[in-house]
């Protein structure tokens, strides 16, 4: 076996380090060369319409056996009325915070994980305390999530009788987090 001097094997370091990196290159796909794509243009005797649909979230109120009120989707307002007239029957008293506004949402993620811009827009939420989803990303936006007060932990009635009857309901728990039912878990 050769034994190489430094001054030996820098050359050929730079080499392989070359080669390495040429060869890395030539792996790559080649991509095409977007092409411009000529488009119509409407002669005055004929007529073009795009129709751009765009969903609006709309939003209904579920009301707590205590009078307050649940902010969710349209979507299920009904689910989650009954599910608040299920537990109180059961005499289990829930309410709590539903749809959650953009400026809200940050707002929860400056008072959980911080005020910089990676704080509020790039920390993962695992990172805060306790996990708060990035704006734009959180269920409480879309109105399809709601955080229950008296949830804390798993061991109160709260989070009990959910964890029994919410999915009748389409709710389900985000494990980390107790007191927050979602329609995905998330």
Not at 63 to 82: L, M, P, R, Y
Not at 131 to 137: K, L, Q, S, V
Request: charged share 10%; hydrophobic share 40%; with cysteine.
């Amino acid at each position: 076996m050769r034994t190489w001097t430094r001054r030996q094997r820098t050359p050929h370091l730079i080499v392989a380090t070359v080669l390495l990196t040429l060869g890395a290159t030539a792996c790559l796909p080649t991509l095409p060369i977007p092409v411009p794509v000529p488009v119509p243009t409407p002669s005055p005797t004929t007529s073009t319409s795009t129709t751009t649909t765009t969903t609006a979230l709309v939003l209904a109120k579920a009301t707590c056996a205590s009078g307050s009120t649940v902010t969710v989707a349209a979507s299920i307002v009904d689910d989650v009325q009954n599910l608040l007239d299920a537990a109180a029957a059961d005499r289990v008293l829930l309410c709590g915070g539903g749809y959650r506004t953009s400026d809200a949402q940050i707002a929860v993620r400056k008072a959980n994980c911080g005020t910089t811009y990676y704080d509020i827009w790039l920390k993962p939420a695992s990172q805060c305390t306790p996990p708060t989803a990035i704006p734009g990303t959180s269920m409480h936006e879309k109105g399809l999530a709601i955080d229950f007060i008296n949830c804390s932990t798993q061991t109160t009635a709260c989070f009990i009788w959910l964890k029994g009857h919410a999915a009748t309901y389409g709710l389900i728990n985000l494990p980390s987090e107790p007191w927050h039912w979602s329609t995905n878990g998330y």
